[in-house]
């Protein structure tokens, strides 16, 4: 989703017209948005997930089994987030080198349940947002 080349954007709307237009589009195909991820890996994301993913693709098409989450990781050893200054510590605090963090089927997206380690995807679960009503929008001026 920090991608330079491809906006996530531009791949939501995708998925959302084939949905759409499909609507039977879950039992075939899944989006899984890759927060702070830049093009192919790389930035401060949990970009590590080759493995998980493929099992997840072999269970849904062998087992018939739809990937409700994919388990990605943090292989960064120092944090990319600058400490001190004007940044906000809480960033570096809440999202650990070497943690782990579930991948979740768009829209859903990953929230911690408020216990256990921040590292650890066990302890986040994936949830679809609610959607904003078009009254709860605010002009900026």
């Not at 099992?55 to 087992?63: N, Q």
């Not at 809480?90 to 921040?118: D, I, M, W």
Request: net charge neutral; proline share 9%; glycine share 12%.
């Amino acid at each position: 989703m920090n991608d330079g080349i491809f906006s996530g954007a531009a791949i939501v709307k995708w998925y959302e017209k084939l949905a759409a237009e499909h609507r039977d589009a879950p039992r075939f195909v899944r989006l899984f948005m890759v927060p702070n991820m830049a093009h192919c890996g790389g930035g401060p994301a949990t970009t590590s997930f080759g493995a998980n993913a493929l099992a997840a693709l072999t269970g849904w098409v062998e087992g018939g089994e739809p990937p409700g989450r994919i388990v990605a990781r943090n292989t960064d050893r120092v944090s990319p987030f600058p400490n001190g200054g004007l940044f906000d510590p809480r960033v570096v605090e809440n999202f650990p080198t070497g943690g782990t963090r579930p991948l979740c089927p768009f829209p859903a997206q990953s929230r911690y349940k408020g216990h256990g380690s921040t590292a650890d995807a066990g302890n986040f679960a994936c949830v679809v947002p609610h959607e904003q009503r078009k009254e709860d929008w605010h002009d900026a001026d």
